[in-house]
């Protein structure tokens, strides 16, 4: 048997460091060739870092957080044969006469290099050398963010439970017998009846992966730009017969159109007479790039966090090909398989939440950008119309700008604009 030494790979772009996001083994656990080890998060994307051998696992060269370089060791694996330990930084033999035969015991694994920051004893031990256990008292308890889910389903703090996986891992089976056991002897209530109990005990949560890239690039948005946002009424009650006639033409036949498509159908136009608003600015350089092409970013939640993907030259798609491809990048966000490619580059936002979208919101710009824009809920609300009320459908457009570069009446005419688009639908196709 021999050890197989995995290091963090070059994943290009002339990235030197990555984030450790979340291991998908454990010490002891066997791998097969291919199977996904790790996730790590560069500054665009999450990257699946796989296994090239087969083997086990006899220590792992980090915790979730931790930022790691390129070249530094990720996991060690025990394989059949030599394994490429001569190729990691081992000292070399005391002895000058050739190496005796290896044991047939199973070796130890060796302690990571000087270079890789050390961490806890339970990430290098081998499960069957202590019983299994919970963390040492203080330590987060280890469990996948499955397990945290159904334990909160459970009403389940998962600092009373005893973890039986890998150096304490709590499971799923862990948490039924927890269930089991409580439910053989519930504690009496306080307080008001009906089952209620106090809860006590308190969650530390890191943020790691996306949620810190977001929190850093959020952060960094509101420090550097000056944002002031405008708020207008828009009356889509045309622009939504127009897309409900659409989508029962068309039925089964072409992709499904929400309003999506629409709006950025809008903005394409409207920024032939706004360039400005199409635009990335390097503070650095003090320059200003405005772009012919319209990449669109599409802020979108997934199960990690928001994320942006981009649909790449809007200006040259038609409704359903523009519906296709948002459709597309938000499955690719929610499964977590967005290429780095899919996630950057883009020179305007649009900011949706949908049915949740409120009245008005008060959008961060998608740095370097100049400008989002927030789309708010639909509502039917009456309305006067020619000396009537009429029911009229109903939404307002929040849209942020870098008051460094846009003033507020370019702002203010540009979204005006925009209105008079989406209410006068006709006009979107009009060249």
């Known amino acids: ?28 656990d066997e791998v097969s060739e291919d199977q996904t080890l790790a996730d790590v998060m560069t500054d665009k994307a999450m990257v699946e870092i796989p296994s090239p051998v087969v083997g086990r696992v006899l220590a792992l060269g980090g915790e979730p957080g931790q930022v790691l370089a390129v070249g530094a060791e990720l996991i060690r694996l025990e394989v059949a044969g030599d394994g490429n330990q001569r190729e990691a930084s081992r000292p070399a033999p005391v002895e000058s006469a050739p190496a005796p035969a290896p044991k047939a015991e ?44 159904h334990a909160w389903d459970l009403g389940i703090e998962l600092r009373f439970v005893t973890g039986s996986g890998p150096g304490g891992r709590i499971l799923h089976n862990d948490l039924e017998a927890h269930v089991q056991q409580r439910d053989a002897g519930l504690p009496p209530t306080t ?4 089952g209620l109990a106090k809860r006590s005990g308190e969650e530390r949560i890191p943020l790691i992966g996306l949620r810190r890239k977001i929190a850093e690039k959020m952060q960094a948005a509101k420090r ?21 006639n659409l989508n029962q033409r068309w039925q089964g036949r072409r992709a499904h159109l929400t309003l ?54 809007a200006e040259a798609l038609d409704l359903w090909g523009c519906a296709q491809e948002v459709a597309r990048l938000a499955t690719a966000v929610r499964a977590g398989k ?47 119309r020619n000396g009537l009320v009429v029911p009229r459908k109903l939404m307002n457009l929040s849209a942020s700008f870098d008051h460094r570069l846009i003033d507020g009446q370019d702002a203010a005419s540009f979204i005006q604009a925009v209105r008079q688009l989406l209410e006068q639908p006709a006009t979107l196709f009009l060249e």
Do not use: C
């Open 224 to 244: 550097h730009i000056p944002h002031f946002t405008y708020v207008e009424e828009v009356d889509v009650t045309e622009l939504e017969a127009l897309r409900a």
């Open 191 to 194: 307080g008001g009846g009906g």
């Open 338 to 384: 967005a290429s780095r490619e899919e996630l950057g580059g883009s020179t305007l936002t649009i900011s949706s939440l949908g049915p949740l979208g409120g009245i008005a919101s008060t959008p961060i710009i998608n740095h370097p950008e100049v400008a989002i824009i927030g789309v708010n809920r639909i509502v039917e609300r009456p309305a006067f």
């Open 1 to 28: 048997m021999g050890t197989h030494v995995i290091k963090m790979p070059d994943i290009g772009e002339g990235i030197a460091e990555v984030e450790l996001v979340k291991w998908y083994v454990a010490v002891g």
């Open 106 to 149: 199973v070796p130890k694994p060796e302690p990571l290099p000087a270079a890789v920051p050390s961490h806890p004893a339970p990430v290098a031990q081998r499960d069957d050398d202590r019983p299994a256990s919970r963390p040492a008292p203080g330590s987060p308890p280890l469990a996948s963010p499955a397990v945290r889910q």
């Open 260 to 313: 999506l498509p629409f709006l950025a159908r809008a903005l394409v136009v409207a920024v032939r007479d706004f360039p400005q608003m199409n635009a990335r600015f390097d503070e650095e350089s003090s320059t200003v790039t405005r772009y012919g092409a319209v990449h669109l970013g599409i802020a979108t939640q997934g199960e990690q966090g928001l994320a942006v993907p981009v649909v790449r030259h």
